[in-house]
């Protein structure tokens, strides 16, 4: 991957704090064993094959797939009972959403027997997906449209519809991903928190799931937008899960 992501195995070595010498043999040895070329090296320099680019792709994956499962067993490392049950869990939600949800959930969950602890770890646009296949996340609330199932297991929670949070006439903000942010006029956002009081200030708009009345302030409207696809909220999970804390707690939010 070190190679393949600097194209120079001069600086891949000094990334991977070893020599040059040996990481060219660690490379040839990759390719005697899988019978294909990896890197293609010439006078302009190295690039990647097609075998090259698929291995990347591959270990990359594989990569985040020992990285999250780590994670997870550090967090389960704390289970002292027979059956294996974590003593906690991570849930990610999208800050300021689900608000109500969220709580009753937390409620009703805290009252099981052998309830494992639940950390609510808020995520920014979006950012569910990518912290449950990292393993920072055990569970997430996941709305679809704006969020992808693929991959995952989950349950259908609740519908509602959107509204649009004003003063109106004001651009819409721009979310951060990957830390870039798309063109256009709004304001770049890093928070919920600053969302709030950019539209409080009258310098921009949002739109939302109807829960968002629950954080709303004194300074805000909102204002139902008849028009808009519904929100579907589901609770979502690692389809691979064995969690029996993860198992109770989709018990109880479905229940809800």
């Not at 090296?41 to 594989?62: D, K, P």
């Amino acid at each position: 991957m070190a190679v393949a992501e600097e194209l120079h195995f001069g600086r891949a070595g000094e990334r991977l704090g070893m020599a040059q010498p040996p990481l060219s043999r660690a490379i040839q040895q990759l390719e005697r064993r899988l019978g294909v070329a990896l890197p293609a090296r010439n006078r302009r320099g190295v690039s990647l094959t097609a075998a090259g680019e698929m291995l990347l792709h591959e270990g990359r994956a594989a990569l985040a797939a020992t990285t999250a499962a780590a994670r997870r067993t550090r967090r389960a490392g704390g289970a002292d009972s027979p059956d294996g049950r974590g003593n906690r869990l991570v849930l990610a939600v999208k800050a300021g959403a689900s608000h109500e949800l969220l709580r009753k959930l937390l409620h009703a969950y805290a009252s099981e027997p052998d309830a494992a602890e639940i950390e609510v770890l808020p995520s920014g646009q979006c950012e569910q997906e990518e912290m449950l296949r990292d393993g920072r996340a055990d569970v997430a609330l996941m709305h679809k449209p704006f969020n992808a199932l693929a991959g995952f297991d989950s349950e259908e929670l609740t519908t509602e519809g959107q509204v649009a949070v004003l003063p109106a006439g004001h651009p819409l903000p721009r979310w951060s991903r990957n830390g870039a942010y798309p063109p256009g006029p709004g304001p770049e956002i890093h928070d919920q928190t600053q969302l709030a009081q950019l539209i409080a200030l009258g310098r921009t708009m949002a739109i939302f799931p109807d829960s968002a009345h629950a954080w709303l302030w004194a300074e805000h409207t909102a204002v139902p937008l008849t028009d808009a696809p519904p929100v579907v909220t589901h609770i979502a999970w690692p389809a691979h899960s064995r969690s029996l804390a993860l198992a109770g707690l989709i018990r109880t939010a479905t229940r809800l």
